[in-house]
């Protein structure tokens, strides 16, 4: 494939993927069991290892142990994984994204309780 094509198709990939994810952890349990905890972390340290890209995956476990997943509540994953994509944009040179805006970015209507991330962004973690 062409270096274009193969530029274009790893971005789509990564769209997809933050797209995924950020979904997902915005509609993590607010109070999760211990067992959830453990999937969701779970979850990101596989991903880091089976993630297609190679140079993508190497970056990202060395994130994780960098900043750990965090676990504990639906703001806490959330805001983690808004940090660490902007860690990403900003090796890339991309703009950094405001974590308070992720409710509006991310609202999959795949559910029937508002997401109420935005107003936990104003407490502190
Ligand atoms: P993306 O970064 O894909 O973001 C998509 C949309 O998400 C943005 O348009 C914005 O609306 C929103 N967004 C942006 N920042 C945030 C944030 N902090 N929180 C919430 N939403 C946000 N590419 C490489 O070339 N090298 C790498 O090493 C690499 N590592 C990656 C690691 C992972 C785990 C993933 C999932 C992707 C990785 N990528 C990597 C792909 C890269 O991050 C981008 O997805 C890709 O370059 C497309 O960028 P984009 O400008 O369309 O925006």
Not at 8 to 33: I, Q
Not at 36 to 54: I, K, M, N, V, W
Request: charged share 25%.
């Amino acid at each position: 494939m062409p270096k274009l094509a193969n530029a274009t198709a790893k971005a789509a990939l990564g769209r997809a993927t933050w797209k995924l994810l950020h979904t997902m952890t915005l509609r993590y349990p607010e109070k999760p069991t211990q067992d959830e905890r453990d999937a969701l972390s779970s979850y990101f340290h596989l991903l880091s290892r089976l993630y297609p890209c190679g140079e993508c995956a190497t970056e990202f476990q060395m994130l994780l142990k960098k900043y750990p997943p965090q676990t504990s509540s639906r703001r806490s994953a959330s805001l983690w994984l808004c940090s660490v994509h902007n860690v990403v944009n900003e090796r890339l040179h991309k703009p950094q994204f405001d974590c308070a805006h992720l409710d509006a970015e991310y609202d999959c209507g795949c559910g029937d309780e508002p997401l109420g991330i935005k107003s936990l962004t104003d407490d502190p973690m």
